[in-house]
């Protein structure tokens, strides 16, 4: 079973930034699609960005302009560069493949507020 681990939220400013960075337990990293999701109080897990295996990145309309997805495959790890928040960005992040794998690790908490 993959283990998924997720790091770098916390509380930052509108306008401000955040580095979120999500390791993988799998010897599968390099092939697969990695992604970003996330999920607000109240709301459905939404997909942020996704990476293929070969680096093409997608993401949401709204986030678009503002974050960065890339990832290392030596480290088996997936960052998400989030730039320029807004506290419509508040929520829990996950990553996962794309599509997700069946287990979610415990995410990380990304709270915009002044």
């Known amino acids: 079973q993959v283990q998924l681990v997720e790091s770098g939220g916390g509380l930052v400013q509108p306008g401000g930034s955040l580095r979120l960075s999500c390791t993988a337990s799998?010897?599968?990293?390099?092939?697969?699609?990695m992604a970003w999701y996330r999920q607000a109080p109240g709301k459905q897990r939404e997909l942020v960005a996704d990476?293929?295996?070969?680096?093409?990145?997608n993401y949401a309309d709204a986030v678009q302009g503002r974050f960065t997805i890339s990832r290392d495959n030596i480290k088996k790890t997936v960052y998400l560069q989030m730039n320029s928040v807004k506290p419509d960005d508040t929520a829990v992040y996950y990553c996962?493949?794309?599509?997700?794998?069946?287990?979610w690790g415990q995410g990380t908490q990304v709270t915009v507020s002044s």
């Open positions: 990476i293929t295996n070969d680096g093409r990145t």
């Open positions: 996962n493949a794309k599509p997700a794998w069946s287990s």
């Open positions: 799998t010897t599968f990293f390099r092939i697969v699609a």
